[in-house]
């Protein structure tokens, strides 16, 4: 009976110094200090690459880091709608998490570059939306059956030079979409 009542006592000590540790985490997360300036030059880096390479072998630890990074940081605040890539399927299929998820990314990377443009909200949208796009293209010519009809029709309309209205409108509807949260819209926050 005695060795029980140690086990219980023991397994009680565990559960709490896990939880101590788990919260102790959690708060150091909340108080995370701004991006340095080679974490923002990583993300650049890492945002290109995605972009021309998205199934690189280090591709998926890549795009990990950068987007709990964005998640992470106080100071870049990256909001992105799924409705710019349409009704996504579920549960995902092909790539449509590396594309989505690359417009978030992209999205960063031109608020990094171009902190005059930081708060553009049309500027940030269209070059989320066009490293998406080059992230997109790039997966085809590895893997031609990856295609998104929705993304091919959203390609089309940058080659006619109507990209701008379509994010502009895009932009709009997510606007209105946010008075009732959508849980097809993902937010990759710090702030």
Known sequence: MKAHSI?????????VGFSVVRTA???QQQHRGPSTAE???RAVKVARQLEEDPLAKDAKDNREWVY?????????TVNVCYDFFGTLPKPPRGHTVEIVNQ???SSAAFMIEHPDKAKDEQAVATAGLLGALKAYQSILKHEPDARWPYVDKVVQM?????LDDFVSDTRRKCAQDE???DPDTI?????
């Open 68 to 76: 709990k990074w964005i998640e992470d940081i106080p100071d870049i």
């Open 179 to 181: 008075e009732e949260p």
């Open 187 to 191: 937010r990759a926050e710090a702030r």
């Open 103 to 105: 417009m978030a990314i």
């Open 158 to 162: 940058r080659d006619q030079g109507k």
């Open 7 to 15: 086990q219980v006592i023991a397994i009680a000590a565990l559960l």
């Open 39 to 41: 974490e923002r030059a």
């Open 25 to 27: 985490h959690a708060q």
